[in-house]
């Protein structure tokens, strides 16, 4: 049974930081690229990074990029997030996903890339 469990979020002052992680089961994650999607409240779901199976290309929304770091960790069954440099625009829940394809999709289309996410976790960032 394919599984992805987000932990990590949490209240955080602006300026702060926090690592999310997404631990995956029911499958081989090295075979399988990895996204992240936020959705804030009243706006849509949006793509934010992604992380490719074999090279480990990242990909990153312009609004997080220089400030969020994906990565992965195989062994562990477990990809992170990293997140700096906090505002409360980053304020949202977060999901992570599987892209059945080794490469990642574009963020634009990650919604519909993926073909299992998590349940999400709550990010709040105070001003």
């Known amino acids: 049974q394919v599984q992805l469990v987000e932990s990590g979020g949490g209240l955080v002052q602006s300026g702060g930081s926090l690592r999310l992680s997404c631990e995956v089961s029911?499958?081989?994650?090295?075979?399988?690229?990895i996204g992240w999607s936020r959705q804030a409240p009243g706006k849509e779901r949006e793509g934010v990074s992604c992380?490719?199976?074999?090279?480990?290309?990242?990909y990153y929304a312009d609004s997080v990029k220089g400030r969020f770091t994906i990565s992965r960790d195989n062994a562990k069954n477990t990809v992170y997030l990293q997140m700096n440099s906090l505002s409360s625009e980053d304020t949202g829940v977060y999901y992570c996903?599987?892209?059945?394809?080794?490469?990642?999709?574009?963020?634009?289309?990650?919604?519909?890339?993926?073909?299992?996410w998590g349940f999400g976790t709550l990010v709040t960032v105070s001003s």
């Open positions: 992380i490719d199976s074999s090279d480990g290309g990242t």
């Open positions: 996903g599987r892209d059945p394809e080794g490469q990642c999709a574009t963020l634009a289309t990650m919604t519909y890339a993926m073909d299992y």
């Open positions: 029911g499958f081989t994650l090295d075979r399988y690229a």
